[in-house]
């Protein structure tokens, strides 16, 4: 059987924080403060280098409306790459500038945004979405809602998928907004033609389980919701994989390659790492590799090797329309 490996989260760009040029000590506040003045530079030569290392056939670049992305830049790497890569695109150019504070938040502005790149024919979904739209609002209320429902009626109109960030981040948004996947429980009710997946299967960063549970929950509720497994370890996903309501066909891989925290803050920056790592064993001394390490999760669970390919690049291929080469 000849493997279509597809990671479904990576990140093409990048960002130089160079706090040790600056003689500074690196925190997620500082950075969190500084992204909106960073441009992202173009990483996917060394992208497509750790692919052909890994036989990793294709990708999924996302986008982050957080961080200082550009749609414009992933959109011409999928143009220069249509045979490896597909992306999901966020309202990224309104969302830094709010971030930045140089605009009030205006959901008619991220809707617009969305639906421009979305009839682009680079972009095959929206993601990472964030659950709470507005960092203007501390709460989430009535109008995120209202907000997130604006956003998938988009996602109806163009016949895509939506992947949102789950797992808390730690710096810049507040912790119950950050990315608890129970909120995506309404959302697959009201929308249960959009397939939606949860990135991260709810642990983005550290050894925290309350919001892995949660995206288990939600994703053995809905037939439409997915889980992705970036920085999620084996056991984790085993039990996705043997959950009746789960199983291996809606599971699909990921890395999240180019945006792990430690990375993001300063690649010397050697012992402030806790992504993506063994959970038993404390923090790594060493950058870790993240293909290698999220594709040992699944290849370490006892399965059968159909289930393996399921997870490993099937699902995400056919829920994208992908096939091997194009």
């Excluded at 597809?6 to 600056?22: G, M, N, S, Y």
């Excluded at 599971?251 to 993506?276: L, Q």
Aim: charged share 25%; hydrophobic share 40%.
């Amino acid at each position: 059987m000849v493997r279509f490996t597809v990671d479904a989260h990576v990140h093409a760009l990048r960002f130089a924080a160079a706090f040790k040029e600056r003689n500074e000590k690196p925190t997620y506040a500082k950075l969190g403060r500084m992204l909106w003045q960073l441009e992202p530079f173009d990483n996917s030569e060394r992208l497509l280098a750790d692919m052909d290392r890994y036989r990793i056939d294709m990708a999924v670049i996302q986008s982050h409306p957080a961080w200082n992305m550009k749609n414009e830049m992933i959109a011409d790497i999928v143009k220069r790459n249509p045979d490896r890569f597909v992306a999901f695109c966020t309202s990224a150019e309104h969302s830094r500038k709010v971030y930045a504070k140089q605009a009030k938040f205006d959901i008619e502005l991220i809707v617009e945004e969305l639906d421009r790149w979305l009839a682009t024919p680079y972009f095959k979904g929206i993601g990472e979405a964030l659950l709470q739209l507005n960092p203007e609002n501390p709460a989430f209320d009535r109008e995120a809602m209202q907000n997130l429902r604006r956003v998938m009626d988009i996602v109806a109109k163009h016949k895509k998928v939506i992947c949102f960030h789950t797992g808390p981040l730690l710096f810049q948004i507040p912790l119950r907004l950050s990315g608890n996947p129970i909120y995506i429980d309404d959302l697959a009710l009201e929308y249960p033609d959009i397939p939606i997946i949860v990135g991260h299967m709810g642990v983005q960063i550290g050894w925290y389980q309350q919001w892995a549970e949660a995206a288990q929950m939600v994703c053995a509720m809905h037939e439409n919701v997915y889980l992705e497994t970036s920085q999620a370890w084996s056991e984790l996903i085993e039990r996705a994989c043997l959950d009746p309501h789960i199983g291996p066909e809606k599971i699909m891989y990921g890395s999240d390659w180019g945006a792990s925290v430690e990375y993001f803050v300063d690649p010397r920056n050697r012992n402030k790492s806790y992504a993506a790592q063994d959970p038993h064993k404390g923090p790594p001394k060493f950058l870790v590799d993240h293909f290698k390490w999220n594709l040992d999760q699944v290849n370490n669970i006892r399965m059968t090797e159909d289930e393996r390919a399921l997870i490993l690049g099937e699902n995400v291929a056919k829920l994208l329309g992908l096939k091997k080469g194009k």
